[in-house]
């Protein structure tokens, strides 16, 4: 089922995320340096935001649905009064700011930036639903929907002039639209129940130290924008961001698409088995996640100069040929971490225990960011970023014998970088190739060489997925 499941999210969470990086490509060529970097500042903040308020509420709703099957409707009207007190109090916090307005940020877009929160808001926890659910189809087509819609709105309305608000407006409508005309049915119920304190407690108990633990996080991947514009310029904001997103969503894409697929299961795993019979679905949990990710990693590594002449607009070049690699071994640890490492955690509903290991990574961030930022501007963001995140992952392997101890599998794992490994020495003769049909080469000879290498190694099972194609492609 995790193979199956896999591929489902690869097709439609893979064409949602080729968009998202086409998203990058144009707002890099629609919004100049200072307008891209006021973006990406109002986006982190709605992030910081939503991981504060919202992150408890979207954790304890995919770890508990399944839990409370037998009164669905009950727990659906609770996460809908969860979701309208934290609406509440964002909009209390949007009062606040738009009469302490921060110099330089105008009130339409304090305003924009309230509607998309709690749009985004609400996709989240319908997708979760969908997620719990195990509806890898639905899923990906409100992904998918969102993100076509959201950058066809941003791009008609960045080019007719409105900028920066064009583009919130855009992601706005995306959400939207996707949620309701493709996830209404998820909330099904909910209108005829009546919400549980018991389930209330439940979901604050669980989810609370993820909150905490999540905005700490969120402090590892965001603050050096902060950083950015504080110690340096919005111009400077604009071209890391653009690298920042474009490295990073490659990446936490294909991790997600893992996560997706392996989450629900790993959950059900441990419920009917325990950890030792679990061991295995994680096991497989964590191979698949390095499988999938590794080899971008090393391509963007390797072919950074190209990815940024073929993706990039011309005046956020610069600063990608050394963000855009620090960046991509930057989001493969993040991912290893919260979506491998942190469910020893998660799953052994100790999750107060993430808290210190987020806050040892997040001040070691923001300390790094502090030191380097002045010397080094960009490149010492994303320097800091890979340590805090090497930090992180480390810290959470390490204690994650208090949760359930997820297993390390070496083995498997030492066979995926052999397979990476010789991708890499495939690609070195051509890195220096450039333009869009030498990018299309080389990821086409990266793809087949480490394919090939994989299952001649059998990397991440590549053997059992390559006799299952053969079986099929002899059956039809």
């Not at 707002?27 to 939503?50: C, K, M, N, Q």
């Not at 340590?387 to 997820?406: E, I, M, Q």
């Not at 890499?424 to 793809?447: F, S, V, Y």
Request: aromatic content about 8%.
């Amino acid at each position: 089922m995790l193979l199956r499941n896999t591929i489902i999210y690869g097709l439609t969470r893979g064409s949602a995320g080729l968009l998202n990086f086409l998203a990058v490509a144009a707002f890099s060529r629609l919004l100049t340096p200072d307008e891209y970097g006021r973006y990406a500042l109002l986006i982190s903040s709605v992030g910081l935001v939503s991981a504060v308020l919202f992150q408890w509420l979207r954790s304890g709703t995919r770890r508990f649905l399944a839990a409370e099957a037998q009164r669905r409707n009950v727990f659906l009207a609770t996460v809908v009064r969860g979701y309208l007190v934290v609406l509440g109090l964002a909009s209390l916090g949007a009062i606040v700011a738009l009469l302490t307005r921060p110099a330089g940020v105008e009130r339409h877009l304090l305003l924009l930036s309230l509607v998309l929160f709690a749009a985004q808001g609400w996709y989240d926890l319908t997708l979760e639903l969908v997620l719990t659910d195990l509806q890898p189809v639905r899923f990906g087509m409100i992904s998918l929907l969102r993100s076509a819609l959201g950058l066809a709105t941003a791009v008609v309305l960045a080019v007719a002039g409105l900028g920066v608000a064009g583009v919130l407006c855009g992601s706005v409508i995306g959400y939207l639209s996707s949620v309701l005309l493709l996830g209404r049915g998820a909330w099904q119920g909910s209108r005829s129940a009546t919400s549980s304190p018991q389930l209330w407690r439940k979901l604050l108990q669980y989810g609370l130290p993820l909150t905490a633990t999540f905005a700490l996080e969120f402090v590892v991947s965001s603050s050096d924008r902060f950083l950015l514009g504080a110690l340096a310029s919005l111009d400077e904001v604009g071209r890391y961001a653009v690298s920042y997103d474009l490295g990073f969503q490659c990446v936490i894409a294909l991790l997600m698409i893992v996560n997706l697929a392996a989450f629900p299961l790993s959950v059900r795993a441990i419920e009917a088995h325990g950890r030792a019979g679990a061991e295995r679905q994680l096991r497989q949990h964590g191979t698949t996640l390095l499988f999938i990710a590794l080899p971008a990693v090393v391509g963007i590594v390797m072919l950074a100069p190209n990815v940024a002449q073929v993706l990039i607009g011309p005046e956020f070049r610069s600063a990608a040929l050394t963000v855009l690699p620090l960046i991509a071994v930057a989001a493969l640890l993040s991912g290893l971490k919260a979506f491998y490492f942190d469910l020893s955690f998660q799953l052994g509903k100790v999750t107060h225990i993430q808290v210190g290991i987020s806050a040892a990574a997040a001040l070691l961030n923001v300390a790094l960011n502090v030191w380097l930022i002045p010397q080094y501007g960009a490149a010492g963001a994303a320097g800091a970023t890979v340590v805090a995140y090497a930090v992180g992952c480390g810290l959470s392997w390490g204690f994650g014998h208090l949760g359930v101890g997820v297993p390390l599998p070496l083995a498997e794992w030492s066979r995926v970088v052999l397979a990476a490994a010789v991708m890499g020495g495939a690609l070195w003769p051509i890195r220096e190739l450039r333009g869009t049909l030498a990018l299309a080469l080389q990821a086409g000879l990266g793809a087949t060489v480490y394919a090939i290498t994989a299952v001649a190694c059998d990397a991440g099972g590549a053997r059992a997925i390559a006799h299952r194609a053969r079986a099929g492609w002899h059956r039809s």
